[in-house]
């Protein structure tokens, strides 16, 4: 990942739009998805392993710099009982989109509950389980910045069309 | 409900950011509660019934209004196999938040499922089930509408910090 | 699949009676049940990969030129928030078979969900999750046929019966 | 219900094209939803309590009976462990639709995976739990029944065209 | 299996005091543990495939045979939609037992309810899904018999002893 | 209750063939079922509170005394984590029923797993939630008994073919 | 509640051993069960309404005073997605109780999983949800007590001895 | 695990303040998870292979015994109905920590609702299923023990902060 995967305090950071937070190395693969489908659209982002629980002094600093750094929105995975995209979300009024991710026993439907029933006040956008919902939380963050640049919400209809044509009509044997 | 519930064709039309769908009236006390908490943050918004499946050509042709009149988030709300927000989300590349709806013997867990597990292409931002979800919608349409408006992102402040102020910090018998 | 996987506008579609729709290619082993089922009985079928939300125009255009050419049935299978059968089941009046698929790890209880679950006004009829529905969806669409078709009608009881032969009655270790 | 509750053996069998079926009189209010849409789009039904346990070979019976008397359409309701709609599938290989009723504490959730996941090989067309699983299983019968009568084809497409027309746009307070 | 699967009219039969019944030879693998554990308490069983639905007519007439043969306990597995232990249950007054396989992508929770949850007026007596489930009828079953048979009361006493015994109290790295 | 509730130390405890348990007095209005319909059939049973928690030596008291007085079924009710069933099942080696009772938030659901998933080797035939289950625990238990009760088994055919005759054919509005 | 509902700064905090949290005032009625089984057993505890998103400094500040002023152990309930627990233990290593409560149409099973799955490292022992498990909750803190004070040991010893005795033997109709 | 799986009536008995039960041996590769946590904290424990039900009398005996060798805390896993921790609450006042585990095909969701939904009375402590629940068990018991001991609590603290510092910030590719 080296070159794009800068920390807010350096030059990269400048150009960040989205930070994509997960709570353990092991849950990139995954949350990758996020940044890869905004890559394609041309959006840098700036990914972090950091814990809701282990360290709520450093998350607090990370969401401090990161605004201060141009961040507009946040994208943050978890698995299990998955407080982290709820816990970004009580510290920033920026748009903040969960990603369920499906870890142990309860495949991820423990994190959905998780992210997703949110109390009134502390809005959580969620996403899908997994993959597709890392994938879907990188559009969506695009989507969102797109309306406030033209040229972003361009190649954001060029694509949703590629994507159609890509459907291969007729099934092989 | 009256003056601001204007239509997209008429003056209140060219204010609105936020459209408010739903697919049956009786959804309205509900979805209502997203309409109340941006017209609190100063955010006008227009409200639909319109159905998925019963009037698809209508949907599109709203969809197509909305956008040219200013529209910037959706929001859709729906109840059993919803597929309002999944098909709202396909026919435009601005964001789009589900609401799921807790109608019939599943209690709003059919439309959460039909809702937020949408395929990797076509994101929605699902809230969680009934009426703080849809409070949460409101909210989170506003903190995407505030990333360009520093007035409004300054009332969001304003209002979140009034919510922390209002807890009641003893219980009473 | 080559030649018995024609296309509506040619020769094969002239007789096709059942139209088999998926939303990815990825799909087509377990989808291929119905067609193989249907083949079996004597009944031509046309298989499409075809998305509720990638290319919500063509859809539209495919239903128009599926009922033209004869088409008396769909099947439509679908994964996740499984919305392509209830999208078909609202541009045709002609009956509408739903298979949900074992997809992600909700391992097809959202696509069930997300079909069986469809609003009054707007039916499909659901079959279980998997291979055993698309055999099934399969053999549904040709019990509909057969009451046209006295022929089918008695391939279908032959079938039947063949099943029940095939028992074996004394497992063995 | 007088008149048009008519039995297998009398005048109006011989009209009848739809046989509802359900286990006890307690499911009648939620099942006579598939009798009212369908009288609503002029096809006589015959409905009957009938159970799949207490009386299997009256069962036996009646649909041999039935079959005679030209039903075209079997609709099946039952709650619990809901064997009544695969029970009456396994008897014929005409169409048979079943609904999941919202019985005891599970709420239709056992009843729609009793009737859902049958077995490959005998078809149940499931719609949703309760009122409008019932609605829409008269709907589909309908439907099927349509392909062989051209005048029912038109009373559906003005059916749902009249639905489509009822939807309220604007939401009162 | 050989010797011992008798049927029901050969001299095996005359001795088999339980029948172990199951819809597909692929649940032997699974079912074979309710034989296996009635064996090593010297109960014979008599153990069939036999479907619900494919041959209702060769059921019943099983089950009278059966009943003439001296089988006092019915055993049934199924999965998916599990109506055989139902089925079972309404054709005979002698005490049944299910046992919910587990089969398909909801791991027989489904089987579980098309099982457990009987209407009232039909009892079956609900072992746990899959292997435990089996294992646990046969010795269910066996603890039926022994009501009116204090060798095999005695014999089960000595087995369930030496269960206890067999607990290895400390376990090794 | 009076008379017919007899205590094991009194002249009932004498008749009573079945004992009916559970774990609080809140739990009695369902699981009087079971003793409704066994003294329907003519069979005495012995009901009551006993705690698989509170009061463990008590219970193992209560189980020597019954199966000295007499008593061939237990039945046992409970809701929650649902143990006195298993904990029953531990301490004898004649049938134990176990009846899932609707309490609390999940329904009945965390009982009927707490009953049903016994590990191998204590077996606990496990009827539906709520009354019905109640209801079949106790025609369960008579079917046991008929085993060696050619009057009861009579009386359990009549009560059987009089529920089937107690069918409402014509649903009335 | 008035004079036993105690603040951190005040007389009533230098004996309170147990702090009772909630997210809302409307959680009350429940938590209150904690702190009511908690006084029968002579233990002073300090109830407090506190957000784990809207307030999270004011938080950690009372985590700081409350260890200081002599709390041991904490007890946190919370619905939807229930964070409150999670976070308290994130603060603390003084072990943390979590009771799910039942808000919304999912019934405290979101709560249940938002509470008990935490990651390894940060343990929160979780009780039932909503009253049992606010008792339950309060036991339990009692029960961690005791370990230090044989005066509590004794009083929970005669506690649950009276509730044994408390169970009323004969059901009355 | 030879010489620190001491047994209660040895010498490693004395300095054992956790016991560790399991209702099977091949329970103990996740339950040895929290033996692991609490030997890092240099924290003796227990650990036995002891069933609920199979060998009643032998758990009774044990939990007195371990009681007087000074056993402070008990953790007890079990998957499937997961009666162990209940049973182990009913006989000792001490703080009881239940660890559900992934068994069969529910996954553990079975054994999580048996342990957590212990009814209002009998409390236990539940943790996460599986391997992080038994690690969180071991802490758990940690943390309550540390009350108690200010090295234990310093070594807790030590604990935590290196696991806070162990979080790589840093996602590779």
Do not use: C
Not at 6 to 18: E, G
Not at 141 to 152: F, R, S
């Amino acid at each position: 990942m080296s070159a794009d995967n800068s920390n807010v305090d350096n030059a990269k950071v400048d150009n960040a739009k989205v930070a994509i937070l997960m709570g353990s190395q092991s849950d990139w693969p995954v949350m990758k998805r996020a940044r890869d489908v905004l890559a394609e659209l041309g959006v840098a982002s700036d990914a972090r392993v950091i814990s809701a629980h282990r360290k709520p002094a450093r998350l607090h600093e990370f969401m401090d710099e990161a605004e201060a750094a141009g961040i507009q929105v946040f994208i943050a995975g978890a698995g299990l009982a998955a407080h982290l995209p709820g816990v970004v979300a009580s510290l920033t009024i920026r748009p903040v989109l969960g990603v369920p991710l499906e870890a142990g026993p309860l495949k991820g439907k423990d994190a959905l509950y998780s992210i997703v029933q949110m109390p009134g006040g502390i809005p959580v956008g969620t996403l899908g389980i997994g993959g597709a919902g890392a994938k879907n939380a990188g559009l969506l963050a695009a989507e969102i910045l797109a309306l406030a640049d033209h040229g972003l919400a361009q190649r954001l209809k060029d694509w949703r069309a590629s994507q159609a044509e890509g459907l291969q009509e007729i099934p092989q044997d």
